[in-house]
């Protein structure tokens, strides 16, 4: 038997402005609330709302099909304060109970690599949240972007967990199928997931290539290759971002009719069955330990944290950032701790990045700047106000605690 593991990121930053080195002491308005406004109008009416309906109407009418989601926090707040209508759709998805919520970091942050205190924290708000808009617990985590090592298993597990979800990644699976269940080295009970990146992608990148030897892709087509690990794997799980649907791959893509079409397609074999990542660890034992002291992600062929943290100018920032937090939360100053907190979401670091590889449009895609360097500027402008709102809070700052202080 095969179970089809559908999982879907649902995420939006609040992106920078660019904030100019005169506006430091005399704005602190940071954020872009035209273009993050724009934004998520545009994504609402070309994929989560279109998408949530398609999904609601596959779940009335193919009881077997099931489905899964991880909304950050930020998301979720824009949500709220854009569209609420959103949220109601995603609401009536959950209402179903054929829709799993996972949790993650409430602000979609590099937090576990700079601060346990802080991801822990950031976790924490991420569960009271979805409790607070879906009446829901999450019993499974994910990672920002499939970050992914045994440290991070071995939190999860701490923290209440049963499951976590990974990226398939070739050199750490070896002889191994991304299609089993898997244990973390580090942990007792808690079991992995892993994405299978060939089957998503297949779907998230490929389908609209025109110049990809299996294009077109069919409902039928993409069936049979799932049939085909029937008897080498227990589960096909395919982990991808929400926005796959209406806005990387148009509707004139023909995105939606097939995923209109590949539920009943899939079930046309009697041996595949959909589950949610809750349902495929309670079905499966794990097949094997693995055992990742790296951290890997599920982000561009390197699979690695090189998005984010590839260059000086990302290193720097990252530093700043983290390096006056005792600071901030210091200053019991509710709109100082959002701030500093909002940059801590992981796109900013993304935006900064100046890979070049087959895949790097994807750092372009919804990014507000002309170029990494912009981004660099304008978030370290916004860091350096930052550093004074808290000194004028405070009244002094341990230099050791942010280098900044001496611009």
């Not at 080195?21 to 609330?33: S, T």
């Amino acid at each position: 038997m095969v179970s089809v593991c559908f999982y879907f990121q649902v995420h939006q930053p609040y992106r920078l402005r660019k904030y100019s080195i005169f506006e430091i002491n005399e704005n602190h308005d940071y954020f872009d609330k035209v273009k993050n406004e724009e934004v998520f109008h545009k994504v609402a009416k070309k994929c989560y709302l279109p998408t949530n309906q398609l999904l609601l109407d596959q779940l009335n009418h193919v009881p077997e099909f099931k489905i899964s989601y991880s909304l950050s926090g930020v998301f979720l707040d824009q949500a709220k304060k854009f569209d609420p209508s959103v949220i109601d759709s995603f609401r009536k998805l959950v209402d179903t109970g054929r829709t799993e919520i996972l949790d993650e970091t409430y602000y979609h942050s590099l937090s576990f690599l700079y601060s346990k205190k802080e991801f822990i924290e950031q976790v924490k708000m991420h569960r009271e949240l979805v409790w607070d808009l879906f009446a829901y617990k999450p019993k499974v985590f994910r990672n920002t972007e499939l970050i992914y090592s045994n440290e991070v298993a071995y939190y999860a597990e701490k923290m209440g967990y049963k499951g976590i979800l990974a990226e398939g990644v070739d050199h750490v699976l070896g002889w191994r199928s991304p299609n089993f269940v898997y244990r973390p080295r580090t942990a007792e009970s808690i079991a992995l997931l892993l994405k299978n990146y060939k089957l998503s992608d297949d779907i998230a990148f490929r389908f609209s290539n025109k110049n990809w030897t299996e294009w077109p892709l069919t409902a039928d087509k993409f069936a049979h290759w799932v049939n085909n690990v029937n008897g080498s794997g227990n589960t096909v799980n395919l982990f991808m971002d929400y926005e796959t649907f209406g806005e990387h791959q148009w509707e004139d893509t023909g995105i939606f009719d097939f995923m209109r079409a590949m539920p009943r397609k899939i079930l046309e074999h009697p041996d595949n069955d959909f589950k949610t990542p809750s349902e495929v660890i309670d079905c499966y034992e794990p097949m094997d330990t693995l055992d990742i002291h790296n951290i890997i992600s599920w982000a561009d062929l390197e699979r690695d944290l090189s998005a984010w943290l590839g260059n000086k100018m990302q290193h720097e920032s990252i530093h700043e950032l983290y390096a006056i937090e005792e600071a901030v939360k210091k200053t019991n100053d509710k709109n100082i701790i959002e701030d500093w907190r909002k940059l801590t979401t992981s796109d900013h670091f993304y935006y900064m990045c100046t890979k070049y590889f087959s895949d790097g449009d994807v750092h372009k895609y919804f990014n507000p700047y002309d170029s990494p360097y912009d981004a660099f500027i304008a978030f370290m402008n916004a860091m350096t106000d930052l550093v004074q709102r808290v000194k004028k809070v405070s009244g002094k700052l341990d230099p050791k605690e942010v280098k900044i202080l001496g611009k």
